[in-house]
């Protein structure tokens, strides 16, 4: 995927770089930023994920977003002391 065209997925979404980063788990905006401007290529799942909110209605894209940045969310949550 052209640095450009994820750019433009990007904002026809409507999301910030730092927003995007949280939807795929990242640690920083920095990445995200990497593959706008063509220092790194994103792997073939976010370039994935990134046409399909492209191609998808915009009702069904926001439930997308909001289950992925969840599950990340969860994921990256530290466990507390004798929790499985």
Not at 37 to 42: A, D, E, H, L, N
Not at 60 to 65: G, H, V
Not at 67 to 77: G, I, R, Y
Request: net charge positive; aromatic share 8%; proline share 6%.
């Amino acid at each position: 995927m052209k640095p450009e065209v994820f750019r433009e997925i990007r904002e026809k979404i409507g999301l910030t770089q730092k927003e995007l980063a949280e939807v795929f788990g990242l640690s920083s905006y920095l990445p995200v930023n990497h593959y706008e401007s063509g220092f790194r290529t994103p792997s073939v799942l976010i370039q994935s994920i990134m046409r399909i909110l492209d191609q998808w209605p915009e009702k069904k894209r926001t439930e997308l977003l909001t289950e992925l940045k969840d599950h990340c969310a969860k994921l990256s949550k530290p466990k507390r002391k004798g929790s499985k």
